[in-house]
């Protein structure tokens, strides 16, 4: 499963031309993704313009949620947006698991920050980047 979201991950530039993944991490139950969004000039071109998210997208179990701090909208998200990657990925990530497994969900949310300035960067993009090594101090680890 974990090789599947991987996998997925790696394919939202394609899919997202106006999005660049800066860092990320699949962990056992939830994904780390810390990408840049670029604004669109025309069909051809994409501009940089630098406003880093960083997403703590989680899995469920039973439907319980295993985050309990979340952004969430009802609206369907606009095209391009984070809101629309995020539901792209967790779709296809589900739609590749499920066939295989007895059962896989996420939870139906996900958590999002804007990062403000390069310390903020460097903090979050160390966290992204050390997260696996701290797995066994999770409360979810078993």
């Not at 985050?67 to 990530?93: E, L, Q, T």
Request: proline share 6%.
């Amino acid at each position: 499963m974990g090789d599947i979201a991987q996998d997925c991950l790696n394919e939202i530039p394609l899919h997202f031309p106006n999005i660049k993944i800066l860092e990320s991490v699949v962990m056992p139950n939830h994904v780390h993704i810390l990408m840049e969004l670029l604004k669109p000039i025309d069909n051809n071109q994409v501009e940089t313009h630098r406003r880093d998210v960083a997403c703590n997208v989680s899995t469920s179990k039973n439907n319980v949620s295993t985050n309990k701090n979340i952004f969430f909208s009802r609206i369907s998200p606009k095209p391009n947006s984070i809101s629309s990657i995020i539901r792209s990925f967790k779709s296809a990530v589900t739609r590749t698991i499920n066939p295989h497994t007895i059962f896989f969900a996420w939870q139906p949310r996900f958590y999002d920050e804007i990062i403000n300035d390069e310390k903020q960067y460097q903090i979050v993009k160390l966290y992204i980047k050390n997260n696996i090594q701290n797995w066994q101090k999770d409360k979810f680890y078993r």
